[in-house]
């Protein structure tokens, strides 16, 4: 099992950019599939993108946001730019062996504890 802390938080602009990390721990960070979730205030958890050999995103996000992850370092990213109010959330970091699960939000292994992102119009 891995455990995730996720940093890199906080406000920003309209059309800023924000770099959000999840460092895991565990040895076995490369076998798991990586994804981002973000919770809005009233709404519930939606998906934002996902990792294992390839990337997926949510409409939403897609040419906005990219998610990346570094196994050296057992890291993964998600780079935000352009951002706009209603990326306003609780971003959260998820890991699972199964990127189908990941990409469901359903049944997921193992959540951070999320990191807020405001965005200021």
């Known amino acids: 099992q891995v455990a995730l802390v996720e940093s890199g938080g906080g406000l920003v602009q309209t059309g800023g950019s924000l770099r959000l990390s999840c460092a895991a721990s565990g040895r076995t960070f490369s076998s798991y599939a990586m994804g981002w979730f973000r919770q809005a205030p009233g709404k519930e958890r939606e998906f934002v993108a996902a990792?294992?050999?390839?990337?997926s995103y949510a409409d939403s996000v897609k040419g906005r946001f990219t998610i990346s992850r570094d196994n050296a370092k057992n890291t993964v990213y998600l780079q935000m730019n352009s951002l706009k109010p209603e990326d306003t959330a609780v971003y959260y970091c998820a890991a699972d062996p199964s990127v189908v699960r990941i990409r469901s939000g359903r049944l997921i292994e193992r959540w951070g504890q999320g990191t807020q992102v405001t965005v200021s119009s």
């Open positions: 990792i294992s050999w390839t990337a």
